[in-house]
């Protein structure tokens, strides 16, 4: 029992620990928000028996991510954790068994550690005792165990498969020093080395090695959207406590500065939390992720209910502005919103959905006006039901915008011919073949068209 309950851990360890891993869990979750179009289909199939109809649609998949960012945030930041770590640990629950869309078992592992981190005491003063952390250090060692296991493989130990998926610098490096299959044989005598992460006494030899193996994944390649980043950040809790208590020790008289300026921000607490709900919804209005603004009126309700019946209330303002600057960060920096909705219009192409298709790809082709795909798609659309000059202008978007496909001129010189604009479509179909001369279909429809009138081929 004292394995469990005697597992103690300096403050500044957990606190640390909680701002590196749900920073990264709040980024990795906004993120995921391009995968909710994927979701919602007439068919689903859950991880586990019986959940098949409780699996998340297109909506409930995106807006789940994006309050998952908020309460990740709010946790790193340290305020209402008994409120919102349980809340977390439904939610990714819930989306992750819901459906087997989500197959990585990664995602299984984060859904096993947030159900152990809502018994965490993140939040609190003096040396922290918690059964719950020392057994998410052993479900890591557990995974470690596993891996090894799994590699264990002639197909893996010879190098091939391993050496099929790293190119660039890397492979480099490694075929001119070591070779494939040294290496090949390295990461599972590394994993099996790191089954031990949950004993303290090898956390200073553990603590380098797991961090540099996990960034040599992220140098790789392999890496699957952040997790080996998230892996780095639960080392957090590997690194041995006598760093901690140095470096808390230093910083002693920065931390004393920090809380009296905490303490004069609170005594304005009512007047920050006005002020952080204007903001809120300032990034809301900027953020262009669907359902957005409805999603953060929604949370700014419940900061206001949860800082009623706390004391942290400029704390809890404060985080729920740099929680929405999450959301609007990852929008501005990344591709997110772009490919949930290019996602949203393959979707509802594929479903027979034209009137959601259109609606994607012109709010896509509104966030990326050069994307040629949004144009040309949406031209299709609009040419199905006859709109045909809008479509003809978006797919003439689509041509100047891509110059090597010759798509675009296909389908409109398939359109013209279809509505006897013989000559339209000759020159479509004369631009389409300069660009792709060996497309049978389109030079057999110049031809025909050529034939019409009455010109050679």
């Known amino acids: 029992m004292k394995f469990w309950f005697d597992f103690e851990v300096p403050r500044a360890k957990v606190a640390f620990g909680r701002v590196v891993l749900f920073t990264l869990l709040a980024l990795d979750a906004v993120l995921q928000l391009r995968h909710a ?25 995106g807006a789940g991510q994006l309050v998952l960012a908020y309460a990740f945030v709010m946790i790193a930041c340290g305020v209402a954790t008994r409120w919102f770590v349980p809340l977390a640990a ?17 995602h299984y ?38 891996a090894a296991i799994s590699k264990l493989d002639p197909l893996w130990l010879d190098g091939g498969a391993l050496g099929g998926q790293i190119h660039g610098s890397l ?15 390295l990461v599972p005598l590394t994993e099996l080395a790191l089954v031990g992460v949950w004993a303290r ?30 892996m780095i950040g639960l080392y957090a809790f590997v690194i041995p406590d006598r760093v901690y208590v140095v470096v808390t020790r230093r910083l002693a008289p920065v931390h004393a500065v920090w809380r009296r300026l905490a303490m ?43 800082a009623a019946r706390r004391r942290e209330v400029a704390a809890l303002g404060l985080a729920h502005v740099l929680a929405l600057g999450v959301w609007c960060f990852v929008d501005r920096t990344s591709s997110v919103t772009r490919d949930y909705y290019k996602f949203w219009g393959g979707t509802a192409r594929r479903l027979k959905d034209p009137a959601a298709a259109e609606s994607a790809y012109r709010r896509l082709a509104e966030l990326a006006p050069d994307d040629a795909t949004a144009h040309y798609y949406l031209g299709r659309l609009l040419l199905d039901r006859d709109a045909a000059d809008e479509g003809l202008a978006e797919l003439h978007v689509a041509e100047r915008l891509d110059t090597r496909t010759a798509r675009a001129y296909i389908t409109e ?45």
């Open 90 to 106: 439904v939610i990714y629950n819930w989306l992750y068994f819901g459906s087997q869309l989500d197959s990585y078992q990664h």
């Open 171 to 185: 492979r480099s490096l490694i075929d001119a020093t070591i070779g494939m299959k040294a290496v090949a044989i």
């Open 201 to 230: 006494r090898l956390w200073p030899y553990l603590a380098p090695l797991g961090i540099l193996f996990h960034l040599g994944i992220v140098w790789s390649g392999l890496e699957i959207g952040l997790f080996a980043w998230l």
């Open 109 to 146: 592992l984060i859904a096993m550690l947030l159900i152990l981190a809502c018994f965490v005491p993140w939040q609190g003063a003096g040396p922290v005792k918690s059964w719950a952390l020392r057994l998410m250090l052993v479900e890591l060692g557990i995974v470690y165990l596993w």
């Open 413 to 457: 010189a398939s359109w013209l011919a279809r509505h006897d604009r013989t000559n339209e479509a000759i020159e479509a179909a004369r631009k389409a073949l300069q660009i792709d001369p060996n497309d049978a279909e389109t030079r057999t429809l110049y031809q025909r068209l050529l034939a019409r009138t009455g010109h050679a081929p």
């Open 264 to 306: 004069a921000v609170e005594a304005r607490r009512w007047l920050v939390l006005a002020g952080s709900i204007v903001a809120g919804i300032v990034l809301a209005l900027s953020c262009r992720f669907p359902d957005a603004l409805g999603l953060a009126l929604g949370l700014t309700l419940g900061l206001v209910a949860l």
């Open 37 to 61: 179009p994927r979701y919602g289909t007439d068919f689903n199939v859950a991880q586990l028996p019986g959940l098949d109809g409780l699996g998340p649609g297109r909506f409930g998949y």
